[in-house]
């Protein structure tokens, strides 16, 4: 997890760092487990899938981003398909974060699960703009919620 341990010396900020975090309680709360099945692919960016394809094995290979608006739109609609039914949207088109419920396809532990939404996340905050790191903070926060809300299902190692 080399790139994950780098993102203590990069600037991707507290949200981001906290998501780390209860990736770990989440991960750990799963037993670690990894599958061979990923997350839909429905929305997902094509850099996320070439890398997948062809270099996954090295995760220091960070895939060419041609154009961040465009990976910035595409990432956001595949993180929108990823969430069920129950998540709402406030008044500017963002997940709230409220509610609860099952997870579905989101509660996929392993290297193929949320670690990708979290790499691919990644991706973008380090090609973002002045003109997008807004939206990124914003899917940074609700990926931090979204992570903890699935730790806390079933994890002991929750502290109060």
């Known amino acids: 997890m080399d790139r994950m341990d780098n993102e203590k ?3 991707y900020g507290g949200y981001f760092k906290r998501a780390v975090d209860w990736w770990v309680v989440f991960e750990r709360s799963r037993g670690w487990v990894t599958s061979t ?4 692919t429905d929305e997902r960016p094509a850099e996320v899938a070439n890398w997948l394809r062809i270099d996954r094995r090295n995760l220091k290979k960070i895939p060419t981003i041609a154009d961040e608006k465009q990976y910035a739109a595409q990432w956001r609609a595949w993180w929108e398909a990823l969430q ?13 974060q409220v ?34 790191l807004h939206d990124w903070n914003h899917a940074a926060r609700d990926v931090a919620w979204t992570i903890w809300q699935m730790a806390l299902v079933n994890s002991r190692y929750v502290c109060s």
């Open 9 to 11: 010396n990069a600037n």
């Open 37 to 40: 099945k990923g997350l839909p």
């Open 99 to 132: 509610g609860s419920g099952e997870w579905g396809v989101l509660d996929h532990p392993g290297k193929n699960g949320v670690l990708m939404t979290l790499l691919s996340l990644m991706w973008w905050r380090d090609i973002a703009t002045s003109q997008t």
């Open 84 to 96: 069920p039914d129950w998540r709402s949207f406030d008044a500017d088109n963002r997940l709230e």
